[in-house]
């Protein structure tokens, strides 16, 4: 039966159609392969995507400034610096599908020399890995993908502007969200906001959104989604029951190895067709 006879037959199905080409009802959402997690959260919207992504930059800038006086910045011939850029080169594609803002981020990817099992994606495509999380958990490509996925997938769905917008909302941001509009200096306000990405915590909620996005991200470009659970088992047995700072709102275990696996079946579809591409 095609689309023209189905509506013919159902009527409410026709008026439903009618009313959201007409611009009085929201369109219907069409399914979609992959993970569901929702839109980005309102929160966001309280503060400004450029401004938050302006300091991120600044504040990437001044890290990297940092390493490089301790010999701690990884040359860019440097086979982990190269490796980690491949396979961000194979994922960023797929980020825009996300957030149409990703398109005109200017990416970076950098190699930091320490022992934190620690890597993260700042607003705007800053993404930084320390030397501590490749080489004590013996990370292969495809578990690569998935903390890169994880990481970007923070980026994606504003997890640190929704968490500055919340606290803008309940009045703990609330001197710096009116200086951002106009009650105070701009530079000082894009201080104040650099200053908050390093530091902000993510939800239990905004870590299994980004697990699952991520794992998507990483399927969608040829990497296999079951790292997933291998990624975390070693989280888990390095930690031994004590988070490391990467995973200090959401510790690994079974509730969260769990809910990768149910969501297996919606990602590996993707994964087998890149594979196949």
Partial sequence: MNTHQTLRRHPIRRLTLLLALCGVIAPVALAREGVEVGGNSAFSKLVPAESVERSAGQQYTQMLQQAAAKNALAPKDHPQV????????NIIPFAIAWNPRARDWHWEINLIGGKQVNAFCMPGGKIAFYSGILDQLKLTDDEVAMVMG???AHALREHARERMGKNAATGLGANLLSQFFGFGQVGQTLTNYGAQLLTLEFSREDESEADLVG?????????NPRAGVSLWQKMGALSKGAPPQWLSTHPSGSTRIAEIEANLPKVMPLYERAKKG
Avoid: N
């Avoid at 190269?82 to 080169?89: D, F, G, S, T, V």
């Avoid at 991200?217 to 990497?223: S, T």
């Fill in 82 to 89: 190269q490796r980690l850029r491949a396979i961000a080169k």
């Fill in 150 to 152: 994880h990481e970007i």
């Fill in 215 to 223: 794992m998507e991200l990483a399927a969608r470009a040829g990497y």
